[in-house]
């Protein structure tokens, strides 16, 4: 099992390019099933959760090839399409598969897809997904721990979720595509990766509008094709995230490429709070910190608000700051694990139900820790890079299913990283 070393106490000095968003080309690459023409997408992150979704779409007759002469470009051809059925094997390793649920049943009329089992970070129901597609006409049973899915044709209807949910809105946004009529999504997801979705899906020839915001109509066609040229995937607004916290708790100065501050508001605000100086363009950032960063509370929400998924990043940051600071997770009901292992770097963390109050120390101390989910991952291997000495981060496969090359990004500005063995 690879593991990652780190010795703390370096500045971040450089410049690093951030990859294709892991959220836009999952549900992207699901988008393929809609129709019999091959789909080429291009800026496709190398991550463990792409090489899996590769993985369900064969196991479903689809070709997924990525280019050898492009190795950002991946193309999917489904066209021909044996088996609607997405197994447990591979469904337990990626929540995201359920995103193959709602192209099958729009395309074929029927889909089997194995119930998502929970993750670390909570039990992710997917209901919402089932009462839409359910709303659209579908006939849906859960059995044997798999979803049962038949449809003649949907039927576009108005759903309002009860929650707001990411790959809900993206599976019903794909299934109203091909339905008869016209689906308004109440309550929708607003993600940079929903519009970046409905802007593939609007190239294939869907007839999609308010993508963005929270109300999304949808006028279903008949049939839909491949689009004219690639589609590019929008960046990586959590990897951005991720290294600009980076570089705010280690200090340095550090130029972001192919990165899109506008998908990253709340969390640009907070680090400028936390001391951080930022200025960005079209399609860069500037990140530039030196001593101690301040401490900056602040509550998870959905987008355009502080996104849960830089909660644990941001915590790490916190842990190095001057002052103290609350943590509110409100999306999901475990999203702490990463408190536990920052505490044994040194880190003074008082968890409260959904609040952690952080309270900055001067410097954290090294040690082995064990990354428990993606994001906590990341929250670990930002603290190793402020730790005085040396800081093992175990299970690091949590950390590769959504980052790409994080500890040669990491290298290539200064840190002092290495996988072992
Ligand atoms: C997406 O997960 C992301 N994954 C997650 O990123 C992200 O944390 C999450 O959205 C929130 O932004 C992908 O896009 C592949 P939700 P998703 O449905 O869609 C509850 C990462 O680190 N809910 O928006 O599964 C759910 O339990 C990952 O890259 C239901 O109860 O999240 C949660 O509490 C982690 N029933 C809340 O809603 C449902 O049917 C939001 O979940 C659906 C969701």
Redesign the pocket.
């Known amino acids: 099992m690879d593991k990652l070393l780190i010795r703390g106490g370096r500045s971040l000095q450089g410049e690093v390019t951030i990859s294709g968003a892991?959220?836009a080309a999952?549900?992207e690459l699901c988008a393929a099933l809609l129709t019999a023409e091959p789909v080429v997408l291009s800026n496709v992150p190398r991550l463990q959760?792409v090489a899996t979704t590769l993985k369900v779409l064969r196991s479903l007759g689809a070709q997924a090839e990525r280019s050898e002469s492009q190795p950002d470009t991946v193309t999917i051809d489904a066209g021909n399409i044996t088996s609607r059925e997405a197994t447990y094997d591979l469904v337990k390793t990626m929540?995201?598969s359920i995103?193959v649920l709602g192209p099958l049943l729009a395309r074929f009329g029927e889909a089997k897809v194995s119930l998502p089992g929970g993750c670390a970070?909570?039990?992710?129901?997917?209901?919402?997904?089932?009462?839409g597609l359910q709303a659209m006409g579908a006939d849906i049973s859960v059995e044997h721990g798999y979803i049962l899915a038949r449809a003649q044709r949907l039927k576009g209807a108005r759903i309002t979720?009860?929650?707001?949910?990411?790959?809900?809105t993206?599976n019903l946004m794909m299934a109203a595509a091909l339905a008869e009529g016209e689906t308004v999504l109440e309550n929708a997801?607003q993600?940079p990766?929903i519009p970046d979705l409905a802007e593939l899906l609007i190239k294939m020839g869907a007839r999609i509008e308010g993508h963005g915001t929270s109300k999304v109509r949808i006028q279903g066609v008949e049939r839909l094709h491949a689009p004219a040229v690639p589609h590019e995937i929008i960046p990586d607004r959590?990897e951005t995230g991720t290294f600009l916290c980076a570089v705010a708790a280690a200090g340095g100065d550090v130029t972001l490429r192919r990165a899109d501050a506008r998908h990253l508001d709340a969390v640009i605000d907070k680090l400028r709070e936390a001391g951080a100086s930022i200025e960005s363009g079209d399609d860069w950032i500037r990140v530039r910190s030196q001593g101690r960063p301040k401490a900056v509370g602040f509550r998870t929400s959905?987008?355009p608000a502080f996104?849960?998924?830089m909660q644990a990043q941001f915590m790490a940051l916190d842990c190095v700051a001057e002052g103290s600071a609350r943590i509110t997770e409100t999306?999901?009901?475990n999203r702490f694990m990463h408190v536990n292992e920052l505490v044994r770097l040194g880190a003074k963390i008082e968890v409260d139900g959904h609040t952690a109050v952080v309270t900055g120390v001067p410097r954290l101390s090294g040690a082995t820790v064990m990354a428990t989910?993606?994001?906590a991952s990341a929250s670990l291997v930002i603290a190793g890079l402020v730790a005085d000495g040396e800081t093992l981060v175990d299970r690091i496969y949590h950390l590769d299913r959504?980052y790409d090359q994080m500890e040669a990004k990491l290298r290539g500005i200064g840190a002092d990283i290495e996988r072992v063995k």
């Open positions: 892991k959220n999952l549900p959760d929540r995201a995103l970070i909570g039990s992710r129901p997917v209901d919402q997904h089932i009462k979720t009860d929650m707001v949910t990411v790959t809900g993206e997801a993600e990766e959590i959905e987008y996104p849960t998924d999306i999901f009901e989910d993606l994001r959504g």
